[in-house]
Structure formats: structure tokens, C-alpha cells
């Protein structure tokens, strides 16, 4: 939520700045904004919207100095404007602060200020840090001093960048909740929200963490916590390559990641399904493996698409390892005192493994005595550092906001881990191996889903003005019903709930009428006569009725309008392949919508704030 991008070094920071927001869009675009340090003032530019009009506005040579930090902004404290954009100043102008995550006490602490006679020009609670870190530079002891003591009368979350004219070439970061990351250059530092903003510049970096702050400058860089314990920093080598976080000529971030799923639930698979040896090798699982074998009641976290992730591993692990299982939006579950008890294992799932929500759910787990695992794709994310175990997803970065090849990659490591804690406790009924070349199989069965393309856009072409989409599923498909809805809210704003099949008649019948499209999954399973019941339900009200069926159906046809066929696969493995035409179904319907399919409205790609 929010990006941020710092330079110190010798080279032009506008440029650097600029071009490593442009990188973090995705986390917010409401406004942009940048300061430079030049000639002994900062300057500063903010523009509302996205970073290329940020970029345009920059006047040729007026913002010129090696000192710098940039941000773009998802609103939370006052709407998208310009005076609400960061950086903030103090006063005096002379002290800038960017700012992601949530001041909680900004309003007693800027009544405080105001009374004190601080003039305050916008609706953030980020300002209240230039103005407090102004008044306590004001008793001496310099910028350090200045923004440790601001930062010990702050509640709430911050990543953060100071940088003052008063001691021009450094910047202070800090961090508490939101995460920032350091990269180290030639001659030159840089600071960003997430590393993709730095990896044209280097591949060194290291993590802040809750509690420390740096102070950097050209010249060296050092680390410490909040109460001015010098610490030394591990630096470590980013895995990814500037390629994976470019659109390499679809014409959306979104399109591309679409596509990329057959090499992502590869990349999940790989060296973990052994199929000839009969094995499945977890090794981030290794020094919990007994936990989880034995646990008494496995509890899945997550947000949005993570969530529904859950909801699929929720009965994988109990159907077929025959573990208790509950999930739960993290939001929910850190608020209602959840009761732990020896034995409970809990998985947070989380994509960006940033989630504020997610994190703070994992800590209060964690604080109860759970054994804390994670399922995150984001390597040395702060759920990945702060969990005692688990399984990177390696879906490569994921920058369109609505998450596509993180869900499929969740749902592999979900199906992997499944399968070895149900091998182990001697619980397939099934032939292991079956269901391990099963699995292997997934890739290229995805591949084949995604060459029936376009007549998925076709089909998106004459839906694409309903008003309304009902999504219905069953067993491991209604999560996919969810999804399938969700995707379309986040990026056609088209109104869309996904419902369990069999309960639409104790309500959501009432909507269906000739202008409904009702997207129904009916994969030949155990329950496909059930479901097969529901659509006869929907048929029989004149519902639109747009069908995933297998390509070995030959009933759905006579009722439904459409049919997007997927080759048939083991039950659980099912949504794997049925959420890809879902996908593609929300996408096309965007784009002949016109909306932003990569930056849809009031979202943001990590959501940092509660
Ligand atoms: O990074 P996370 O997986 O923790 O994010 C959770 C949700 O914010 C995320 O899945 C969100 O719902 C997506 N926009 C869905 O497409």
C-alpha cells in the first residue's frame, strides 16, 4: 500500500526516483509525489494520479540533485489531492517525510503541535511526523536525534524516509509494519517499499525490520534500533530478473500473469512433486513436519484471493489428510480473542506476505502458542521472516492488483502439502503416484485452457454490459465462485456474488432473470448430478447461463448459452484449471469495459493498513 523509492549517491535522483515508482504503481496510485535535495533547500513536485503524470509535470533541469525520495499513494487520511500528496513538510520547509501505513495517535499528537503553533496544510496523519520531528530538532542533537525521539511518540505503523536540508546528504528510514528495503550500489544507496523498485540498479539489499532505522548517505550506512543499538545488517541477493516484473508485450500486467501459470505451478512443483520417487519434499516445512503431521487443527489465514486459497486447502487437508480445518480472514480472526490450543497449527497465506491484516493475525496466533507457518510468495517478505516454517509459492512477481497466478501457485503448495501429510499418516485411499502425475499434469492441462482464449473473449463481448453476475459452484468449487466474482468486481466494477450452487435457492434465485448471467462450475465429479440439479434451476428462470464444464460433457450443452471447456482432472486439483477461464471472463469484460484492468479504482496491489 503505497510505494516508496529513495536515492543517495552521485547520480541524478529525480530519474531513479521516477522510474522505481513507476515500478511500484501498483501498490497505489491515487497521487505521486517526490522531493530532491538541491542547492541547501528541498525541492519538491506532487502531482494527483498516477507517476507519469508526476513524470510529465517535472520541469527539464529544475529538479536536479543526487539526494531524493519519491512516493505514490493510496489514500487513507484525506482524499487524493495534491496538498494530501507526500512528501509532507515542516514548517520551515526545511524537513520532508514520506510515509506508508498508519499514524494511529496523529490526531493528539497534531493538536499538541497546532497548539504549539505548528501550521499545518494537509488531511494526513504522515504530516504530523514533519511537524513533530521540526519541534524536537528544534532542542539539538541533529536529524537522528530528531526523528528516534519523534518516532518513540508514534502509535500505529510506518515505513518511513526523512530528509532534511539541514544535513543534506542523508536519509533516515525507519520501519514498523510496513516494509522497506535497502539497496546497496556503487558509490550509491537506494531505499524502496519493495524491491522491484531496485533491481535495475543492483541485487544487494537488505530488510529492515520492525524497530530499526538506518541513516545513509553516500558515504556509508548505519543501522540501529529505536533505543540506538547499533546493529549489523545481512545483505542478500535478490532471485528475480528485471524481465519478470515487465508486461514483455501483453498488453497488461494482468494478461501476462494469466498466461505465465503453467510455468508458475511448474515453478511450484519443482523439486517438491517427485514423482518417481514416490515423494513430495518440502524442504521450508522440514523442522515443522511433525507438527503438522500431528496437528489437532490446522487454521488457514488470509485476505481476498488468499483467502479463497484457504478455503480450497480447507478441504484438501480435511478431506483427503483428515485434519480439522478452519479458515479465516485474518481480519476477523486477530479481533475475536481466538482460542488456540497444543497442537493447533496455523498457515497465513498471503501473496505479497505484507498483508497488515494477515501479519497481525500470524503475531497474535504466534503470541497464543500456534505453531506459526506461512504459504507466501514474496521471498523474505515479513510473514515469510516472521513464520517457523514454509513454502514459498515462486510465482515470480505479481504486479497487476488482481491477483491471478499467486491464487493457482497457492492453491499447488496447498495441494502439495496435503498430499505429503496425507501420505505420512497412511491416509490416501487413492494411488499416491496416480495423484502425483496428476498433479505433474496440472501445467500443460492449464496450457490448454488458456488456448481457448478467444472465445472466452467473445463470450465476454456479448456479456459485457450485464449489470449483474451470479458465480456457483460446489465442494471445492464454490471458493472458485468466489473467486471468479471477485475478479470481476475488482476490474469490470461490475456487481458479482459467488455462491455454494444448492444454496442460490434459499435466496439469490430472486435475482435470476433473462438478463443474469449465471457462471456455473460443473466439472464431472462426485457431485456433478448435484450441480447439473442447480443448473436446471437457473435454466428453468431464464438465467444466462455460462458454463466450465469438462470437455468430456456432453449435457451441459443443452442448457447453458455458453461453455468454456477444461480437460478433466483429479477433484482438487479442479480449480486449479477452473478459476483460469474466471480469470480471463473478468479480464476481457474489463477491457471492453474500458477500466483499468492493472490499477482498477480505490485499490491497491498490498494492503499495509488494517
Ligand atoms: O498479498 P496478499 O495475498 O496477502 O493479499 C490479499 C488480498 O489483498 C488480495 O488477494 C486481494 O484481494 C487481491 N486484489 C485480489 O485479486
Not at 515462486?394 to 497487476?400: D, K, Q, R, S, V
Not at 496450457?447 to 449489470?467: Q, S, Y
Not at 480437460?567 to 484449471?577: A, K, M, N, Q
Amino acid at each position: 500500500m503505497c510505494g516508496i523509492v529513495g536515492y543517495v549517491g552521485s547520480r541524478e535522483a529525480a530519474p531513479i526516483i521516477v522510474e522505481g515508482l513507476k515500478r511500484l504503481e501498483y501498490r497505489g496510485y491515487d497521487s505521486a509525489g517526490l522531493a530532491v535535495q538541491r542547492g541547501g533547500r528541498i525541492v519538491t513536485l506532487k502531482k494527483v494520479g498516477k507517476v507519469s503524470h508526476l513524470e510529465s509535470a517535472l520541469p527539464a533541469g529544475a529538479i536536479t540533485g543526487s539526494v531524493g525520495m519519491g512516493h505514490t499513494r493510496w489514500a487513507t487520511h484525506g482524499e487524493p489531492s495534491e496538498v494530501n500528496a507526500h512528501p509532507h513538510l515542516d514548517c520551515s520547509g526545511s524537513i520532508a517525510v514520506i510515509h506508508n501505513g498508519v499514524i494511529e495517535n496523529y490526531s493528539s499528537l497534531k493538536k499538541k503541535l497546532i497548539a504549539g503553533g505548528h501550521q499545518f496544510l494537509s488531511e494526513t496523519d504522515t504530516e504530523v511526523l514533519s511537524h513533530l520531528i521540526e519541534e524536537l530538532h528544534k532542542a539539538g542533537g541533529g536529524l537522528e536525534q530528531a526523528v528516534r525521539k519523534a518516532l518513540h511518540q508514534v502509535k500505529g505503523t510506518y515505513g518511513i524516509v526523512v530528509m532534511s536540508s539541514h544535513e543534506p546528504r542523508k536519509l533516515i528510514v525507519a520501519r514498523k509494519g510496513s516494509p522497506l528495503v535497502i539497496g546497496f550500489g556503487e558509490g550509491e544507496y537506494l531505499i524502496a517499499s519493495d524491491p522491484s523498485a531496485l533491481i535495475r540498479h543492483t541485487r544487494k539489499v537488505t530488510y529492515m525490520e520492525d524497530g530499526e532505522y538506518a541513516v545513509i548517505s553516500a558515504e556509508g550506512i548505519s543501522t540501529k534500533t529505536l533505543d540506538d543499538v547499533t546493529i549489523q545488517k545481512s545483505v542478500e541477493e535478490l532471485s528475480f530478473e528485471l524481465d519478470q516484473i515487465e508486461r514483455g508485450g501483453f498488453e497488461h500486467f494482468m494478461l501476462k500473469e494469466i498466461h505465465e501459470q503453467p510455468e508458475t505451478i511448474r515453478n511450484a512443483l519443482r523439486g517438491r512433486l517427485q514423482v518417481e520417487e514416490g515423494e513430495v519434499k518440502l524442504g521450508g516445512l522440514e523442522q515443522m513436519r511433525e507438527k503438522l503431521i500431528s496437528a489437532r487443527r490446522i487454521i488457514l489465514l488470509g485476505c481476498g484471493t488468499s483467502w479463497h486459497a484457504g478455503l480450497v486447502g480447507e478441504y484438501m487437508l480435511e478431506q483427503i489428510a483428515g485434519i480439522p480445518t478452519e479458515v479465516e480472514y485474518a481480519s476477523e480472526f486477530r479481533y475475536r480473542s481466538p482460542v488456540i490450543q497444543q497442537g493447533d497449527v496455523v498457515i497465513a497465506i498471503s501473496q505479497s506476505g505484507e498483508t497488515a491484516d494477515t501479519l497481525a493475525a500470524l503475531r497474535e496466533a504466534k503470541a497464543k502458542g500456534a505453531t506459526v507457518l506461512g504459504i507466501v510468495n514474496v521471498v523474505g517478505s515479513t510473514i515469510a521472516r516472521e513464520t517457523q516454517g514454509g513454502v514459498y509459492i515462486h510465482a515470480g512477481p505479481e504486479i497487476g492488483v488482481a491477483s491471478t497466478k499467486a491464487f493457482t501457485s497457492q492453491l499447488t503448495v496447498l495441494a502439495l502439502v496435503t498430499l505429503m501429510v496425507a501420505r505420512a499418516k497412511g491416509l490416501l485411499h487413492v494411488d499416491y503416484k496416480l495423484l502425483m502425475k496428476e498433479l505433474d499434469a496440472l501445467p500443460e492441462k492449464v496450457g490448454k485452457v488458456l488456448d481457448g482464449a478467444a472465445r472466452i473473449r467473445e463470450i465476454a463481448g456479448e456479456l459485457k454490459n450485464a449489470r449483474n453476475f451470479l458465480y456457483l459452484g460446489r465442494g471445492a468449487n464454490f471458493p472458485v465462485a468466489l473467486e471468479g466474482a471477485l475478479k470481476l468486481k475488482e476490474i469490470s466494477y461490475i456487481h458479482a456474488e459467488g455462491y455454494p450452487a444448492a444454496e442460490m435457492k434459499h435466496g439469490p434465485i430472486a435475482l435470476i432473470d433473462e438478463h443474469m448471467p449465471v457462471v456455473c462450475i460443473v466439472p464431472k465429479d462426485a457431485i456433478y448430478e448435484k450441480v447439473m440439479s442447480n443448473v436446471q434451476e437457473v435454466k428453468a428462470r431464464r438465467g444466462r447461463i455460462l458454463a466450465v464444464a469438462n470437455e468430456d460433457d456432453d449435457d451441459i450443452g443443452h442448457l447453458a448459452e455458453f461453455v468454456i471447456r477444461v480437460p478433466r482432472t483429479f477433484g482438487f486439483f479442479g480449480p486449479i484449471l477452473n478459476v483460469i477461464p474466471l480469470q480471463l471472463l473478468a479480464y476481457y469484460i474489463a477491457v471492453a469495459r474500458g477500466t483499468n484492468v492493472d490499477q482498477p479504482r480505490n485499490l491497491a496491489k498490498s494492503v499495509t493498513v488494517e
